[in-house]
């Protein structure tokens, strides 16, 4: 872990930012308190998903026909104009 000032980290930002990449933490100070973190990317990836399943399991939801559609009550609107 490296501490480093604001003023430091703004005039060599390109060091900081390789350590940040090499796996390093690099704190970020300002009046010698820490105001922020640079660190490594953390890379998050997903099981992949067997879609069957989760349809099989999670079905659409039909909607309810009640009433008029859309399209039906938008010319209901404009004839009664």
């Known amino acids: ?9 703004k005039a060599e930002l390109s060091k900081y930012l390789d350590m940040a990449q090499n796996g390093e933490q ?7 308190e820490e ?11 997903a099981a ?7 349809f099989t399991a ?8 009640k ?3 859309a399209a039906q009550l938008i010319r209901q609107i404009r004839d009664e104009d």
């Open 1 to 9: 872990m490296v501490k480093v000032n604001v003023a430091t980290l």
């Open 26 to 32: 690099v704190i970020v100070t300002s009046h010698g």
């Open 35 to 45: 105001i922020a973190k640079i660190g490594p990317a953390q890379i998050v990836t």
């Open 48 to 54: 992949p998903v067997n879609w069957k399943e989760f």
């Open 58 to 65: 999670h079905p659409p939801i039909k909607p309810k026909k």
């Open 67 to 69: 009433g008029l559609s």
